[in-house]
């Protein structure tokens, strides 16, 4: 394997570091995770990367010197250009920093960086779901929803590194629920697992029938994002309100991002995608009623396939195609 080029993807979150080392094809050689060491303002993050990347090229027999192009996925704004974060509060590190630079002196190889939902969207275009389409939307949701827009195959990164945001597109314009971000009604605080979740809480709070929900609030002290789909599926009447209250926000967002890119493919992906058909087969509907036609003539939505690895092999593609 000594003549072998290697690649790799680094997708850099608050509480693991996941890797891979990939052939200039996209190939998996090997995946792993350590953990993320937050002490010291995340200094350690950069030669604990190097060691175990040295490490696992030691392991599988192969030569430092074939490693030749690192990407690297991390939360927050991106200024692609200068291979600046900015900032990334879970791990400890601030505003303007030199992350390309600094993982690039670890690794003594050349570094692309990018946000972590657009590298998870790029994996999906290149291993996923999105494969063959050049033109996609990805979304994802989970605590919060991310996202990321894909055109003529490249991340769409906006005058300040902030396109693709979808999570916080207006949903409820007026009387909608306080974000993180500090901003009234976002789309996350309605369909992501938080939000469903406090929509189904709010319902209950006034809702005088039977439901499944309410005795496994009064059993427990709180219900989940998944007790709320399996109570939709089996027809508890305030569950699936829930979901069609969550899938009605996400189709009418969606069309409009439609509306502006018009996408071969939407891909979702996240934690609450795991509900599955019964939840995309929602969100298509309300697609196709607020979208434009030619819009949703044109459209797929589709289940993302790549998971928890959709980073690493997004930084991995980064490695391939922007070095």
Same mark, same amino acid.
């Given at each position: 394997?000594?003549?072998?080029?290697?690649?790799?993807?680094?997708? /850099?979150?608050?509480?693991?570091?996941?890797?891979? +080392? =990939?052939?200039?094809?996209?190939?998996?050689?090997?995946? *792993?995770?350590?953990?993320?060491?937050?002490?010291?303002?995340?200094?350690?993050?950069?030669?604990?990367?190097?060691?175990?990347?040295? @490490?696992?090229?030691?392991?599988?027999?192969?030569?430092?010197?074939?490693?030749?192009?690192?990407?690297?996925?991390?939360?927050?704004? %991106?200024? #692609?250009?200068?291979?600046? +974060?900015?900032? &990334?509060?879970? /791990?400890?590190?601030?505003?303007?920093?030199?992350?390309?630079?600094?993982?690039?002196? &670890?690794? @003594?190889?050349? %570094?692309?960086?990018?946000?972590?939902?657009?590298?998870?969207?790029?994996?999906?275009? *290149?291993?996923?779901?999105?494969?063959?389409?050049?033109?996609?939307?990805? /979304? #994802?949701?989970?605590?919060? %929803?991310?996202?990321?827009?894909? !055109? @003529?195959?490249?991340?769409?990164?906006?005058?300040?590194?902030? &396109?693709?945001?979808?999570?916080?597109?207006?949903?409820?314009?007026?009387?909608?629920?306080?974000?993180?971000?500090?901003?009234?009604?976002?789309?996350?605080? !309605?369909?992501?697992?938080?939000?469903?979740?406090?929509?189904?809480?709010?319902?209950?709070?006034?809702?005088?029938?039977?439901?499944?929900?309410?005795?496994?609030?009064?059993?427990?002290?709180?219900?989940?994002?998944?007790?709320? =789909?399996?109570?939709? $599926?089996?027809?508890?009447? +305030?569950?699936?309100?829930?979901?069609?209250?969550?899938?009605?926000?996400?189709?009418?967002?969606?069309? @409009?991002?439609?509306?502006?890119?018009?996408?071969?493919?939407?891909?979702?992906?996240?934690? !609450?995608?795991?509900?599955?058909? =019964?939840?995309?087969?929602? /969100?298509?509907?309300? =697609?196709?009623?607020?979208?434009?036609?030619?819009?949703?003539?044109?459209?797929?939505?589709?289940?993302? $396939?790549?998971?928890?690895?959709?980073?690493?092999?997004?930084?991995?593609?980064? &490695?391939?195609?922007?070095?």
């Amino acid at each position: 394997m000594s003549n072998q080029k290697v690649l790799a993807g680094i997708d /850099i979150g608050g509480t693991t570091v996941k890797l891979a +080392l =990939f052939t200039v094809k996209g190939e998996i050689l090997a995946k *792993w995770e350590i953990p993320t060491d937050k002490t010291d303002y995340g200094k350690k993050i950069m030669e604990d990367v190097k060691v175990a990347v040295t @490490n696992k090229l030691a392991e599988l027999n192969i030569p430092y010197e074939s490693l030749k192009a690192a990407g690297v996925g991390a939360p927050g704004p %991106v200024d #692609t250009e200068n291979g600046i +974060l900015q900032g &990334a509060v879970n /791990i400890g590190w601030k505003d303007n920093f030199p992350l390309r630079d600094l993982m690039q002196s &670890a690794l @003594n190889v050349p %570094v692309a960086i990018e946000n972590d939902a657009n590298a998870a969207a790029l994996g999906e275009m *290149w291993k996923g779901a999105g494969s063959g389409a050049k033109d996609l939307i990805c /979304i #994802t949701l989970g605590t919060g %929803v991310g996202g990321g827009v894909i !055109v @003529n195959g490249d991340i769409v990164h906006g005058s300040n590194g902030a &396109a693709g945001e979808i999570g916080h597109l207006t949903s409820v314009p007026r009387d909608g629920y306080l974000c993180n971000c500090g901003k009234r009604g976002c789309l996350e605080t !309605v369909a992501s697992a938080t939000g469903i979740v406090r929509t189904a809480t709010d319902k209950l709070a006034t809702f005088e029938g039977n439901s499944v929900l309410k005795d496994l609030l009064q059993q427990n002290g709180k219900i989940s994002a998944k007790d709320i =789909f399996d109570a939709a $599926k089996s027809g508890d009447q +305030l569950a699936l309100e829930t979901v069609l209250s969550l899938a009605d926000h996400l189709g009418l967002a969606l069309a @409009n991002i439609g509306s502006v890119f018009n996408p071969e493919r939407i891909v979702v992906g996240g934690g !609450v995608s795991k509900a599955g058909d =019964f939840l995309l087969d929602k /969100i298509r509907q309300a =697609f196709d009623q607020y979208s434009f036609k030619a819009v949703a003539e044109s459209t797929e939505i589709v289940l993302a $396939k790549l998971g928890n690895d959709a980073g690493i092999v997004g930084a991995g593609w980064l &490695a391939a195609n922007k070095i």
